[in-house]
Structure formats: C-alpha cells, structure tokens
C-alpha cells in the first residue's frame, strides 16, 4: 500500500487524486492532507480518509476543525496551520509520496522540505520549478529524490520520454487550447469579463489557472517547468495551439522522430500515472474515438495579442529571479482581475511593468526568492492606486 500526503487537497487537482484513492480502495492510504481555507471540505476529507495530520492556512480554521472533528469523535487526526503545518504535512513520516497541488510560491518550502526527508514529489505546483527550479532539481538530484510531473502537458512529454533510452531530445511541442478567445483581437480583449475568462472550452480548473489559461500565461509558466524537468533551453521549447486538447504534447528526437501522447482531457490521468508510476493500471472514463475526432487542428499562438507567453519566454532566457518577477506580478494581477478591480488587458500590462521595474538578481537564492515575490506585490500595490 503507497502512503501519500496531499497538499492543497481542497483544489481541483486535489480532489481529483482523493478520488483516485476512493477508486483504487486499498492500495493507497491518506496520511496527510493540507488545505488553504476550505474548512467544510476538509473535515469532509478528513472523516472519510483519517489522516494522521492535516493543516489549514490560518489558526483560528485549525482551532475550528479541531472542534468540529472532536464532535465526530475523530480524535487520531493532529490539527496544525501555516507555513510550518503545510511543511509539516510534505514531510509527515509514513508518507511515500508527497503529491504538491497548493497553488503559488506557497509550494516551494514544503516541495523543499519533503525533497530533503525523502519522499516522492508529484508535482502539480507549477511555481515551485518556475522560480525556484535552480534550487529544486539540484536537491533532487543530492538526495537522488523522485519528481514526478502531474501537469497534462508535463506529463505527456515524461510518458514519451519512457523507453527512449539513450536518445537525446532535440524538441518538446507544449500543447495549448489557446482558451476561451482563442484568435480574438486585442481590441474584443478588452471588454472581456470575469465571468467570460473563467469558460474554458476543455477543462474544468480552479478560477486562477482558467484566467492563466486565458492570457496563454499558464503556458509561459509551463514553458519554463518543462525546462527545469527536462533540462532544455527556451529554443528547444515550442508551444503549438490544439484546440481540442487531444494530443497533450510531443517529443521531437534527434533522430527526427516525434511521440505524442493523446487522449481525452481528463486530469485524472496524469495524477494516477503519478501516484502508479512505473505501472500504468486502468482509469474509468471516455476513451477518444479517432472517427468522430476525423482530424487535428494547429496553430501557432498569437504572441502580439496575448504578449504573456513572449515575456515567459524572455524571463526564461534572462533567468535568476526574473521568472519570480513574472510569476508573482501574475497572481497579483489575477487576483486584481477577480476582484473586478483591473481589466482584462491589465493582467499582462501588470506584468511587463513589473518585470521592467525589476533588478535581477542573477542565481537568487530561497530567501531572495521569496524577498522578490514580496518586492513585485509592493511594486503592484503602490502603482495600481
């Protein structure tokens, strides 16, 4: 039986590994679960799976689930928050696993953390590897750590990597839907709303990564991760749109062979690909039928209109704490945008300011890091009033 810790097991990836461990009943076991604010959800989590330790963001939550689980008479269950309770939950002891979907650079210490105790990462938190990938894959690399990618994309280029032996990659082709306003123009873009930007066509996903999807912003974050998880460099990264979502990435070989992956959008997959890995064990669910499929649409993406993903690309190239800059001016933006305090456009008009404003420090460590973060939501706040 793989014992696993779940954090963010409130959001969409986590819920949807929760129910991969209600399916596959008896081979995996729950031993900590980690949630932001959801504290309904979690008691729910909590009384189905009885996990050994679970945390909450804010005290005054934890002091509230431990009453309510006292109700229950569930008293196995520790109850603790914060930074400290969140990395307490990556490194709970029984785990094998630590399956990191915590949105933001909340991710990093706890990623860090269970790197160093030993425990397996899937990894589902973008921003980890982002900003901090010069830091990460080093340690996993010291303590001979296995990172597994649960992002589709991310996902779809390690399962055409198995097998390959020896044969080095000469090109990843990162799929993209293109999102909601796919081959609109900057002038429709600009009266889009918050309820328009959160429709996306193919999958269903927590409020920020379907606006990130949007601004084709998600997909300059998962150019940098691939480059990070497949040590490539930003020339040997190129995002082709594919409406449907069917082929989730490719892998061009030197030898001029491409694999793909391809199926129906389901996260499920690449979560329990995670979890099994090196087994691939059956998933219920819809299968793709190529006869109604009939073809396969791609197009390049439109980098003028949705400038996000060409500065993901220079904030890869320009590297140290740059793609920190334009990750936290990003989730600040976004959040802006949520609020319906900013427009559409102001998301990526956000972003470049910030990265422009910014000083680079050239190999940042974890302190400079988080330190950027902090400066880049200072610079926001004093210059969006």
């Not at 993903?309 to 890869?316: C, G, I, T």
Request: aromatic share 8%; with cysteine.
């Amino acid at each position: 039986m793989k014992k696993i810790a779940v954090l963010g097991s409130t959001g969409s990836i986590g819920t949807q590994t929760l129910e991969i461990v209600r399916e596959r009943a008896g081979e995996f076991q729950v031993t900590a679960l980690a949630a932001g604010s959801n504290l309904s959800l979690l008691e729910q989590q909590t009384a189905e799976f009885r996990p050994k330790l679970v945390s909450l963001t804010k005290e005054s939550d934890a002091k509230e689930l431990r009453e309510r689980l006292r109700l229950r008479n569930i008293y196995s269950t520790e109850v603790v928050y914060g930074m400290d309770g969140l990395t307490a939950c990556a490194c709970e002891e029984d785990a094998d696993m630590t399956v990191n979907a915590v949105v933001g650079m909340v991710g990093i210490l706890p990623t860090v953390a269970a790197v160093k105790a030993g425990k397996e990462i899937a990894l589902a938190n973008k921003e980890t590897l982002v900003t901090a990938g010069h830091i990460i894959m080093p340690l996993v690399k010291k303590y001979k750590g296995k990172l597994l990618p649960v992002d589709s994309e991310h996902s779809a280029v390690f399962q055409c990597l198995q097998g390959a032996g020896e044969q080095s990659v000469e090109k990843l082709f990162l799929t993209a839907s293109g999102g909601p306003f796919f081959g609109k123009t900057r002038e429709e873009l600009r009266s889009i709303t918050v309820e328009q930007a959160l429709q996306h066509p193919n999958w269903a996903m927590g409020k920020k990564i379907t606006v990130d999807s949007s601004t084709l912003v998600n997909k300059g974050l998962e150019v940098m991760e691939a480059g990070w998880l497949f040590s490539l460099t930003p020339e040997q990264i190129e995002v082709v749109v594919q409406p449907k979502s069917i082929i989730h990435s490719m892998v061009q070989f030197d030898d001029g062979a491409v694999l793909a992956q391809l199926g129906v959008p389901d996260m499920k997959l690449p979560i329990q690909y995670a979890l099994t890995y090196p087994n691939r064990l059956r998933l219920a669910g819809e299968r793709l039928n190529f006869f109604d499929l009939q073809k396969i649409e791609f197009y390049r993406p439109d980098t003028e209109t949705f400038r996000a993903l060409a500065l993901a690309y220079d904030a890869f190239r320009e590297g140290g704490s740059l793609p920190a800059v334009y990750n936290a001016a990003n989730e600040m933006a976004v959040a802006l945008f949520l609020e319906h305090k900013i427009g559409y456009l102001e998301i990526t008009e956000i972003l470049e300011r910030a990265m422009d404003a910014h000083t680079k420090i050239n190999n940042p460590t974890l302190e400079e890091v988080l330190s950027t973060e902090a400066e880049t939501y200072s610079y926001i706040r004093e210059h969006s009033r």
